[in-house]
């Protein structure tokens, strides 16, 4: 069941009103972040405890939900608290108002954002969601769709410090036409993790998922506290970087090919003049050799007035 579904799932036949009906139709897609907790360590105050941590990251209250208004924020979560003791599941045919009550925030100027509960009883975690505009997140950059690198960034902090919470089983993230999050054991067996365009992994679940995965390379990897991994995804930026700094590399290494001397001896930031053996000669063979060996052509006017390899970069297209 996608994002989108479970933002109105549970409204069955009953307390379906004009107004609920035009606000479902006006809603955008939407980005997910998706807190994974386990059911096992569920304690008195932990919805509360949940609720903070938002607030304590910056989101700011707005208002309960679908006929929740006038509901304050420990009002919601003493009735979500209840909800979870009880293991409920909302079925199909019963009012939307028996069942966990969703909260509006306001957050990093986004034009919405929301949080709801979702819980299966025969699932031994439940998972609180927050939902943002699809179309806040993204960023065009020439021609192509790339995620806004500073939302991501204050999203991704938040995350991180709730993450220290004990509770929190997983961390995952998806847009709502992504194919379903997947469970634990699949991921252990390799599969994809919901990182749209980031996931935190427990250190052992990590563990097994590089070892079946093969999509291993799609992500940067990193280490958290609580022996956590937050796995990015490699946007559109991340890929440029990596070719640019592939050739970078290529590069320095074939003028030391050619200078003969010690890998090493060139960087990104020497000046022609500090190499004793970069003389006039070795200039115009490193030139023809860069064209012949790498397809980087540099016009022989700009060639000419190169004097460091930030310079010589920069025309090779690296920087």
Same mark, same amino acid.
């Given at each position: 069941?996608?994002?989108?579904?479970?933002?109105?799932?549970?409204?069955?036949?009953?307390?379906?009103?004009?107004?609920?009906?035009?606000?479902?139709?006006?809603?955008?897609?939407?980005?997910?972040?998706?807190?994974?907790?386990? +059911?096992?360590?569920?304690?008195?105050?932990?919805?509360?405890?949940?609720?903070?941590?938002?607030?304590?990251?910056?989101?700011?209250?707005?208002?309960?939900?679908?006929?929740?208004?006038?509901?304050?924020?420990?009002?919601?979560?003493?009735?979500?608290?209840?909800?979870?003791?009880?293991?409920?599941?909302?079925?199909?045919?019963?009012?939307?108002?028996?069942?966990? +009550?969703?909260?509006?925030?306001?957050?990093?100027?986004?034009?919405?954002?929301?949080?709801?509960?979702?819980?299966?009883?025969? *699932?031994?975690?439940?998972?609180?969601?927050?939902?943002?505009? $699809?179309?806040?997140?993204?960023?065009?950059?020439?021609?192509?769709?790339?995620?806004?690198?500073?939302?991501?960034?204050? =999203?991704?902090?938040?995350?991180? %410090? #709730?993450?220290?919470?004990?509770?929190?089983? %997983? #961390?995952?993230?998806?847009?709502?036409?992504?194919?379903?999050?997947?469970?634990?054991? $699949?991921?252990?067996?390799?599969?994809?993790?919901?990182?749209?365009?980031?996931?935190?992994?427990?250190?052992?679940?990590?563990?097994?998922?590089?070892?079946?995965?093969?999509?291993?390379?799609?992500?940067?990897?990193?280490?958290?506290?609580?022996?956590?991994?937050? #796995?990015? %995804?490699?946007?559109?930026?991340?890929?440029?970087?990596?070719?640019?700094?592939? =050739?970078?590399?290529?590069?320095?290494?074939?003028?030391?090919? #050619? =200078?003969?001397?010690?890998?090493?001896?060139?960087?990104?930031?020497?000046?022609?003049?500090?190499?004793?053996?970069? *003389?006039?000669?070795?200039?115009?063979?490193?030139?023809? $050799?860069?064209?012949?060996?790498?397809?980087?052509?540099?016009?022989?006017?700009?060639?000419?007035?190169?004097?460091?390899?930030?310079?010589?970069?920069?025309?090779?297209?690296?920087?």
């Amino acid at each position: 069941m996608k994002t989108g579904e479970l933002c109105y799932s549970g409204l069955g036949v009953l307390g379906r009103t004009d107004r609920i009906k035009e606000r479902i139709k006006e809603m955008p897609a939407y980005f997910s972040m998706v807190f994974t907790c386990k +059911k096992d360590m569920l304690f008195e105050g932990l919805v509360q405890d949940f609720y903070d941590s938002l607030t304590d990251a910056g989101f700011v209250f707005q208002s309960g939900y679908w006929g929740y208004e006038e509901d304050s924020l420990s009002e919601i979560a003493a009735w979500n608290q209840q909800k979870l003791k009880a293991d409920f599941e909302i079925e199909v045919k019963s009012s939307y108002l028996t069942g966990y +009550k969703q909260i509006m925030f306001t957050y990093g100027g986004f034009s919405e954002v929301r949080m709801f509960v979702q819980n299966y009883k025969e *699932d031994d975690t439940f998972s609180f969601h927050v939902v943002l505009p $699809e179309d806040e997140m993204i960023l065009w950059m020439k021609g192509k769709p790339d995620y806004d690198r500073k939302k991501v960034k204050g =999203l991704l902090e938040i995350c991180e %410090r #709730i993450w220290q919470r004990p509770y929190v089983e %997983r #961390i995952q993230t998806e847009l709502e036409l992504s194919d379903p999050l997947p469970e634990e054991e $699949e991921i252990r067996k390799g599969a994809e993790p919901g990182a749209e365009p980031f996931a935190i992994l427990a250190g052992e679940l990590w563990e097994m998922w590089k070892e079946n995965s093969l999509y291993v390379e799609k992500y940067v990897c990193r280490r958290i506290q609580r022996d956590g991994v937050i #796995i990015s %995804r490699r946007g559109a930026q991340d890929k440029e970087l990596a070719m640019n700094q592939e =050739l970078q590399d290529k590069i320095i290494a074939l003028i030391e090919e #050619i =200078l003969m001397v010690p890998s090493g001896t060139i960087t990104a930031d020497t000046r022609i003049e500090e190499v004793e053996e970069w *003389d006039s000669l070795m200039h115009v063979t490193i030139i023809g $050799e860069l064209e012949e060996q790498l397809g980087v052509k540099i016009p022989l006017e700009d060639a000419i007035e190169l004097k460091s390899m930030p310079e010589l970069l920069e025309k090779a297209g690296c920087l």
